[in-house]
């Protein structure tokens, strides 16, 4: 079990490696999610984790788009306080996911008002992967 376990973190590395590769604070979040339980981050769900509408505490109707959209390359504007969101996707802003200590933040505190409790480490793997890929 010793030794299967390192081996299995070990290819699902690098099976999973060409969705993070060039980005270090996304690897390394990646990897994090890994050790923790999320054996394959799947983009496809993050997205399915992305367009899912929650009902909060307050009985208001939610989901990441609220404040995001649904394309990740326009900026967004949250649904609260109207403060605009610069665009999601590490592709039109490079600054996304740059530093693993926002991403850490950004999670608690999306997912907590958003889904109503903290994302498991499979879907924040799975919404990092698709974000990511964006």
């Given at each position: 079990?010793?030794?299967?376990?390192?081996?299995?973190?070990?290819?699902?590395?690098?099976?999973?490696?060409?969705?993070?590769?060039?980005?270090?604070?996304v690897?390394?979040?990646?990897?994090?999610?890994?050790?923790?339980?999320?054996?394959?981050?799947?983009?496809?769900?993050?997205?399915?984790?992305?367009?899912?509408?929650f009902?909060?505490?307050?009985?208001?109707?939610?989901?990441?788009?609220?404040?995001?959209?649904?394309?990740?390359?326009?900026?967004?504007?949250?649904?609260?306080?109207?403060?605009?969101?610069?665009?999601?996707?590490?592709?039109?802003?490079?600054?996304?996911?740059?530093?693993?200590?926002?991403?850490?933040?950004?999670?608690?505190?999306?997912?907590?008002?958003?889904?109503?409790?903290?994302?498991?480490?499979?879907?924040?793997?799975?919404?990092?992967?698709?974000?990511?890929?964006?």
């Amino acid at each position: 079990m010793i030794i299967i376990f390192p081996f299995v973190l070990l290819l699902a590395g690098l099976f999973s490696g060409a969705v993070w590769a060039d980005n270090a604070a996304v690897s390394e979040m990646l990897d994090v999610y890994i050790q923790q339980g999320a054996v394959q981050p799947d983009a496809q769900a993050g997205k399915a984790i992305w367009l899912k509408t929650f009902i909060a505490s307050d009985g208001s109707i939610r989901s990441c788009t609220t404040c995001h959209g649904n394309d990740l390359k326009q900026s967004g504007k949250h649904v609260k306080t109207k403060k605009l969101i610069k665009p999601m996707a590490p592709s039109v802003n490079p600054d996304r996911l740059s530093k693993t200590r926002n991403i850490r933040k950004w999670f608690r505190r999306n997912c907590k008002w958003t889904i109503g409790r903290e994302c498991t480490v499979v879907e924040k793997a799975s919404l990092l992967a698709f974000i990511n890929q964006q």
